[in-house]
């Protein structure tokens, strides 16, 4: 596979990843099984029957799971570092030209960090749910979240330059919104120096 269209698939699966965990692996290993793509060497086994029952069953945990009130924003905490192994991981095994190093460069800068963007910004979107409705819109933030993520993923095979277009637009959005708040938080921060 070209290594310009292994990024933009990872950067749209990564993206994915940053919602849920599972569903693009399990959308990749469809692909895989259904002969649409050919996995890079020594990532074959996310193409087999195996990684299919084991992704099937886990996104099914994860999805689930992201319905109990109390669990959601305690998964958020958890899935964190998975996305990003997931973004890492889903990347390097579309870069089937490049050298190793390269691809898990590429992996881990791409794929972990795009998914790792993606995360906080749905994490932030639950906290808020959280805090505003009591946890009651929480369900619609985590079915919103469902099927972008499976829409996102379906996608990154269709149309892989638009989604990754998306998703980089959503990522500096992102960023500039994370800068924001950091600025404010410096601001209203208290003074230690002063004395009362």
Do not use: C
């Amino acid at each position: 596979m070209d290594i310009a269209v292994g990024i933009l698939f990872g950067i749209g699966l990564s993206a994915s990843a940053g919602l849920r965990v599972f569903l693009p692996l399990l959308v990749t290993n469809i692909a895989s099984l259904l002969g649409y793509l050919k996995l890079s060497p020594g990532f074959e086994w996310m193409g087999g029957w195996i990684a299919f029952t084991a992704f099937a069953v886990a996104s099914i945990v994860e999805i689930s799971s992201y319905y109990i009130p109390w669990l959601d924003n305690l998964l958020d905490t958890i899935s964190g570092p998975l996305a990003m192994i997931a973004g890492t991981v889903l990347t390097a095994s579309f870069l089937t030209e490049a050298n190793p190093l390269l691809q898990w460069v590429l992996g881990i800068i791409v794929g972990g960090g795009t998914a790792g963007i993606v995360k906080v910004g749905a994490s932030a979107a639950r906290l808020t749910s959280t805090a505003t409705t009591g946890g009651i819109a929480n369900s619609v933030v985590s079915t919103s979240e469902n099927i972008l993520s499976v829409i996102m993923s379906i996608l990154s095979f269709i149309i892989p330059f638009v989604i990754a277009f998306i998703v980089i637009i959503i990522v500096i959005y992102l960023l500039k919104k994370f800068s924001e708040f950091k600025k404010l938080k410096y601001i209203f921060k208290p003074d230690k120096t002063s004395t009362s």
